[in-house]
């Protein structure tokens, strides 16, 4: 195979792996359930969640500067915890509830501790 076709089957690779991590995140699951439930190589899934990770931190990083992602509206999934609260999965593999009505300040501050990894 030629430098081009390496490129593009990397690229492809990239895509497929970007979508497997990206789906066990938002998932819910703890890896290796995600992984056995969809037949993923679990090996395979943490090395390819780690490179696209380094390489989200050489700048390619399209999610917010911040490093978390959000999940989906709580109070919609989940009508238990509250209409308006919002579900946060961060990079590290934490989730953040946060409840409708909490004070800018205090969440600025939990969200700018979290970015600089204090």
């Avoid at 497997?20 to 943490?46: M, N």
């Avoid at 999940?71 to 999965?89: D, F, K, N, T």
């Amino acid at each position: 195979m030629n430098s081009a076709g390496n490129q593009t089957g990397m690229a492809a690779r990239r895509q497929r792996w970007g979508r497997i991590v990206s789906e066990a995140g938002a998932s819910g699951l703890p890896t290796r359930e995600y992984c056995r439930k969809h037949d993923v190589d679990e090996g395979q899934f943490y090395r390819w969640r780690r490179i696209l990770k380094s390489e989200a931190g050489k700048g390619k990083r399209q999610a917010t500067e911040a490093g978390f992602v959000l999940v989906r509206a709580a109070g919609e999934a989940r009508p238990e915890s509250g209409a308006g609260a919002l579900e946060l999965l961060l990079d590290r593999g934490w989730r953040l509830r946060i409840p409708s009505g909490v004070e800018e300040t205090s969440l600025r501050t939990v969200l700018k501790a979290l970015a600089t990894g204090a």
